[in-house]
């Protein structure tokens, strides 16, 4: 049959359906006498319901069932038929107007639209690389050693210095008033790591165990609590107990604590090398990766389907409310989040979706079997025993299905490198591993 398509504007379209009213009847009355064989009803026996009750009771909802069934047969049909890419579910309101013995429909939907990719060698890139210093592996070891410290109490004569562990009771007012989270008991932190506000600690900083304190301190404006931002308390503090911190000498003793075999201080610092590269690795290939598309968004034109944007942002509000039930968020799934804040985030995500598939398409950059071995095989070299991360990878679609997305995107890049205008620079360690 011929299929009308109606433009309305940019990617909304419109097609009528018609629907014979004879067959949607013949389908409601097979339905219906099929359920009559299993209704049950008091005073009759399985199978033995009259089909007037049965129409009465179950006529209005096999009806709808069937409407929907048919309009949904057409509408695919339509689409079909017009060659139509549909974006989303049509929206199918019933009209006036239809032919005697027929129902008349209306599906206005949205179509996938044309990508029209640009130039390429007109879009400039900043590719960055990183190299692991020995700067980076002492600073890594110190944080090894940190991690395993112990502590000593201090004399009594001894005054609070950085690097110690300071126990103290602390309560704050504000204008003479208490305020929350304002007080504690036996309260700890490590003097001059940043954990509390600065003047906190310059004011704990040279105070000896037993000493109590009152002193002003002013909260920033952007402080985290909205209640005290901006405004100036006055604390009270009293240092209960002071700890000298101890770190482990980096010895073989040391190393082996840290899984080093061998135990040796140059086999810890080639470990410690090692893992650093891999990470640096997945770090500035992200940041090329974001750079890549970036540029090839900004010379790609297209619409974004309205009814994409509005599905992607739902399935954002899902998993911020899966996010909130995995951190022990009572009743997340029912959390009041509105789909608008991230409707721009969800329109990014989209239409870099439609353009890496038409580059992708266009340009044959699929995943290639011996890509994604390569690609699993990488990532299992971070694991204890890269074999079975390898076949756990493999033995399941869905994280195949992972692995394969982000090959593509890995081709994408690559691709858009090899075209672009690129301007190589080096960043430092520390500026690349802060996410700068």
Known sequence: MAVTVETLEKLERRITLTLAAADINSEVEARLKKLA???????????????SFVAQRYGASVQYEVVNDKLGQAFSQAANEAKLRVAGMPRIEQKDGAAEGDLAFDATFEVYPEVKLGDLAEASVERVSAEVTEEAIDKTVEILRKQRRSFAQRGAA????????????????IDGEPFAGGKADGFQFLLGEGQMLEA???????????????????FPEDYHGKEVAGKEADFLVTVKKIEAQHLPEVNEAFAKALGIKDGTVEALRADIKKNLEREV??????????????ALVSK???????????????????????????????????????????????????????????????????????QLQAHIEDISQSYEKPAEVVRWYLSDRERMAEVEAVVIENNVTDFV????????????????????
């Open 200 to 218: 906190f600690e310059k004011a704990v900083r040279g105070m000896k165990s037993g000493e109590s304190k009152t002193f002003p301190l002013a």
């Open 281 to 294: 690795k997945f770090r500035v290939l992200a940041r090329n990766k974001a750079a890549a598309m970036d």
């Open 37 to 51: 064989r299993t209704v049950k009803a008091d005073g009759f026996r399985p199978g033995k319901v009259p089909m």
């Open 417 to 436: 490198l090899a075209k672009a205008k690129v301007e190589d620079k080096q960043v430092p360690f520390d500026e690349l591993m802060a996410g700068a």
């Open 300 to 370: 790609a034109e297209l619409d974004v389907p309205k009814a994409l944007i509005e599905g992607e942002a739902e399935r954002m509000v899902g998993n911020a409310r899966e996010d909130l039930k995995k951190r022990g968020v009572k009743d997340a799934d029912k959390a009041p989040i509105p789909a608008e804040l991230f409707k721009e985030q969800a329109e990014k995500r989209v239409r870099l979706g439609l353009v890496v598939a038409e580059l992708v398409r266009s340009n044959n950059l699929q995943a290639k079997p011996e």
């Open 158 to 173: 001894d005054v609070a210095a950085d690097g110690d562990r300071v126990t103290i009771d602390f309560e704050g007012k």
